[in-house]
């Protein structure tokens, strides 16, 4: 047996129940606005347009207050963050957990060549830094069944926000690509990720014929990274090993500022795949919010 389909059976993943189903009737989307990179407060429901597979939605906002969140921390400890870099993590990390808000829970998760389960979601701030203080760095990265593990999980009792950090490309793991495109679509996480790779670049012609340009690219681990993030409605951020502890904060203050919207779907056939398209009555503003989400048909329950 894989160490990656190993992972997934160590935390009881076949116990998990799809998350969008059919006999579900309403749908819940995070959603942030920002202006300038400044979250936007102060939104009323009658501000947000959504369509679902390109029918207009009823929604309500519901309030934050009576939403708590689980924030569940996965973190990279294969060989290459031993060191200075684990050192940083833990930092980073620490700071996330004693600014969060004291309702809602952590969790943390780790993962190499496998993926284990430190600690369940718990409000005990303290349980999770000493889980995280005896994980060592070692071994290769099954990135993609750590993700994946993340996102098809139950976790606690709030709103599921998935902080995932990683340095490198994957070397280890036994899921597929498309495997985490459709945890993504059927899960109801919000996925954030880190990562400490930097972006590429390389000369081509420039459009006008005469002399080159530079292009800026990156890996394509990356661009599936950016990917299975923005359907969920998350984000990737890349971070130097100087930021990391400046981009987990601004992680949290986003993810607290969000919305979350809630509507019966009308109009639309409940089995099989939505697209979600949510936009915010103002000008200047950027919205973040998933992209998509799965109903199974009936014989996929």
């Known amino acids: 047996m894989s160490a990656g389909l190993a992972a997934l059976l160590l935390l009881g993943l076949a116990q998990a129940p799809p998350v969008f189903r059919a006999d579900v009737e309403r749908v819940y989307v995070d959603v942030s606005v920002t202006r300038k990179d400044a979250p936007v407060l102060g939104l009323r429901a009658e501000d947000f347009v959504v ?66 389960l430190r600690q369940r979601p718990t409000t005990e701030r303290s349980v999770v830094t000493d889980a995280l203080e005896r994980a060592e760095a070692r071994g290769s990265t099954a990135l993609l069944d750590a993700l994946y593990v993340c996102l098809k999980r139950r976790w606690g009792g709030g709103r599921a926000l998935v902080v995932l950090f990683t340095d490198g490309r994957d070397t280890a793991s036994w899921l597929e690509n498309e495997d985490l495109l459709q945890a993504a679509r059927e899960s109801k996480a919000l996925l954030h990720i880190v990562g400490t790779e930097a972006a590429g670049s390389r000369f081509e012609p420039s459009p006008s014929g005469s002399g080159t340009r530079v292009v800026t690219t990156e890996p394509d681990h990356v661009y599936l990274l950016h990917r299975v993030a923005h359907v969920t409605g998350g984000a990737y951020w890349s971070a130097s090993l100087q930021r990391l502890e400046r981009v987990f904060l601004r992680v949290l203050e986003v993810a607290n500022a969000r919305y979350l919207l809630s509507y019966e779907p009308l109009g639309v056939a409940r089995p099989g795949r939505h697209r979600l398209v949510v936009s915010v009555r103002r000008k200047g503003v950027e919205v973040r919010a998933r992209r998509e989400y799965v109903v199974p048909g009936a014989a996929q329950r």
């Open 51 to 116: 369509t679902d597979n390109g029918v207009r939605q009823r929604v309500d906002l519901v309030d934050r207050e009576s939403t708590p969140t689980t924030a569940v921390l996965a973190l990279d400890l294969s060989g290459s963050v031993a060191g200075e870099r684990l050192v940083a993590l833990r930092a980073a990390a620490r700071a996330f957990l004693r600014r969060m808000l004291p309702r809602d829970e952590a969790a943390l998760v780790t993962f190499n060549h496998k993926v284990e």
